[in-house]
């Protein structure tokens, strides 16, 4: 999934976007507010982790114009302040949840992944695709008598899938949703992984279709 963090303290950063990053996770990182509403602006994003104490201006005042303008990204704030009324306020201004630092990383991917899940209606890890099972958490694919152990950027992939049967991707967007600004990688490796899900999948009622010019979307037969 494809993460926005809104954090000056460039240590904290690369420890959270390294940490992010383990589990196949693509964090686009903002350092001040005007970098935050530039990346926000260009592309679609599945989380938000934002501080408040900015260069350039208060995290609160980010959260408010999002939620103004009925963006519905979900957004966890991580911030210094533990009273609790600044608390209520930041989940007043609809923040989905908060962390105080300093932050424990293991308890980060837990509140990650929690908000998703609210988010995207399911209240648990597992999901079910006509006769596929599927477990986000883990990232085990369940075809028949098999346990398939989805690689990171399968992982990722298939969720996008998952999430979203019968909606076409093209590969462009597929590659926004997948890497790093940084890396470097044609539309080639797109292929490449929905080859090998296309194997995981061979023998399931899902399958994965192309549609010529326009790009692939998960069927459930």
């Known amino acids: 999934m494809r993460f926005l963090l809104i954090e000056d303290n460039q240590k904290l950063a690369e420890a959270v976007m390294d940490r992010l990053g383990l ?3 693509v964090v686009d990182h903002a350092a001040d507010l005007q970098t ?3 990346f926000a602006a260009v592309s679609g994003y599945d989380l938000i982790l934002l501080d408040i104490n900015l260069p350039d201006g208060d995290g609160r ?4 114009r999002h939620r103004q303008a009925k963006m519905r990204t979900p957004v966890i704030v991580l911030t210094a302040r533990s ?16 962390m105080v630092k300093p ?29 596929l ?18 690689r ?19 590969k ?31 023998g399931s009622s899902v399958r994965i279709t192309t549609l010529r010019g326009l790009g692939y979307k998960l069927e459930i037969a």
Do not use: M
Not at 61 to 64: A, D, G, I, V
Not at 85 to 96: H, M
């Open 23 to 25: 589990d196949g996770h």
């Open 36 to 38: 935050a509403w530039d």
């Open 61 to 64: 005042s980010f959260l408010s």
């Open 83 to 98: 009273e609790v009324s600044d608390r209520v306020g930041i989940l007043d201004l609809g923040a989905d949840d908060y």
């Open 103 to 131: 932050i424990d990383f293991a308890e980060l991917e837990a509140r990650c992944r929690a908000v998703l899940r609210r988010r995207g209606g399911e209240a648990q890890n597992q999901i079910s695709l006509g006769n």
């Open 133 to 150: 099972g599927f477990d986000s958490h883990s990232g085990v694919l369940t075809n028949g008598d098999r346990d398939i152990q989805l």
């Open 152 to 170: 990171t950027r399968e992982l990722r992939l298939f969720e996008i899938f998952a999430k979203s049967p019968g909606q076409i991707f093209s």
């Open 172 to 202: 462009s967007a597929l590659v926004e949703r997948l890497i790093f600004h940084e890396d470097d990688i044609s539309e080639n490796a797109i292929e490449v992984y929905v080859g090998r899900l296309r194997r995981h999948l061979q």
